[in-house]
C-alpha cells in the first residue's frame, strides 16, 4: 500500500503551525476542559511519533484533581526558587517576575513518561539515551497536535521527577520527561515569550549549521 503524498499547501500549513507553536503560562490559560475528542487527537498524535526500535517507551498520566496539581505546584515551587540562585542582579529579578507554569491555571495536566524496555532494544544499543528521545517526539507530536486545535500547552520542567512520581503513584522504573499543561487560551503570541521579553535572542539559521565538519575553534 503506497503512503499518502501531500500538496505544497499541506507543506505551507505544517510550517505554519511549527512557526506558531508557543509554550503557554498560566495567565493565558481559560478553565474550559478540553474536550473529549480534542484530547484523543493530541493523545493519538503522541502515539504516533517515531521511537526508537518501534518501542513506544512513553507513558501518559491525565491530571485534573485540584489538589494533585497543587501538590504538583508545591514542587514547582520549591525548585523555582533554588533555579532562581542561578541568576544574579538583574537577571534574577528579571527571572523572578517570568510566570513560568500553568499548573493551576490550565484545566489538564499530562505528565509523560519514559518506561524503560527491560531488555535490549533495536537502534538502542549504542545510544541508550535515545529512549528517552522517542517521548520527547511524542511530546512534540502533541504540542504540534495541540497548536492546531487552538489549545495552548505548556512544559514545564522546573519540578522534582522523584516528587511527581511519588504524587502520582508512579512505578520506581519509570523516568519523568515532560509535565504538560493544556487548555483553551485567549490569545497566542506572534513570538514565544522569552523572545519577546529579551530574555534570549534567536539564533539564525547561518550560526547553527555547518558543512561537511564542525569548524575549528578559534
Known amino acids: 500500500m503506497k503512503g499518502r503524498h501531500f500538496t505544497p499547501q499541506d507543506a505551507e500549513l505544517l510550517e505554519a503551525i511549527l512557526q506558531n507553536r508557543r509554550d503557554i503560562r498560566g495567565n493565558r490559560f481559560h478553565s474550559k476542559p478540553i474536550s473529549d475528542p480534542d484530547l484523543e487527537r493530541i493523545l493519538l498524535a503522541g502515539i504516533h511519533a517515531p521511537?526508537?526500535?518501534?518501542?513506544?517507551?512513553?507513558?501518559?498520566?491525565?491530571?485534573t484533581d485540584r489538589q494533585t496539581r497543587q501538590k504538583v505546584k508545591n514542587s514547582f515551587d520549591s525548585e523555582n526558587s533554588k533555579a532562581s540562585e542561578h541568576f544574579s542582579g538583574e537577571r534574577q529579578s528579571n527571572y523572578q517576575e517570568l510566570k513560568l507554569?500553568?499548573?493551576?491555571?490550565s484545566p489538564l495536566n499530562?505528565?509523560?513518561?519514559?518506561r524503560p524496555s527491560g531488555g535490549a532494544v533495536l537502534g538502542q544499543t549504542a545510544m541508550e539515551e535515545v529512549g528517552r528521545y522517542s517521548v520527547v517526539c511524542a511530546i512534540q507530536n502533541m504540542?504540534?497536535?495541540s497548536r492546531s486545535l487552538n489549545i495552548g500547552m505548556g512544559w514545564v520542567s522546573?519540578?522534582?521527577?522523584?516528587?511527581v512520581r511519588e504524587i502520582l503513584s508512579v512505578p520506581q522504573d519509570r523516568e519523568?520527561?515532560?509535565?504538560?499543561?493544556?487548555g483553551y487560551v485567549d490569545e497566542f503570541y506572534s513570538q514565544p515569550e522569552l523572545e519577546r521579553l529579551q530574555w534570549e535572542k534567536r539564533?539564525?539559521?547561518?550560526?547553527?549549521?555547518?558543512?561537511?565538519?564542525f569548524p575549528s575553534s578559534p
Request: aromatic share 16%; charged share 10%.
Open 176 to 182: 519523568l520527561v515532560g509535565y504538560l499543561c493544556l
Open 110 to 114: 499530562i505528565a509523560v513518561f519514559y
Open 101 to 105: 507554569e500553568g499548573i493551576l491555571e
Open 51 to 63: 521511537s526508537v526500535g518501534f518501542s513506544q517507551p512513553w507513558e501518559f498520566v491525565l491530571v
Open 143 to 145: 504540542w504540534l497536535m
Open 203 to 213: 539564533k539564525s539559521l547561518q550560526s547553527v549549521v555547518y558543512s561537511e565538519q
Open 158 to 163: 522546573i519540578l522534582n521527577p522523584d516528587a
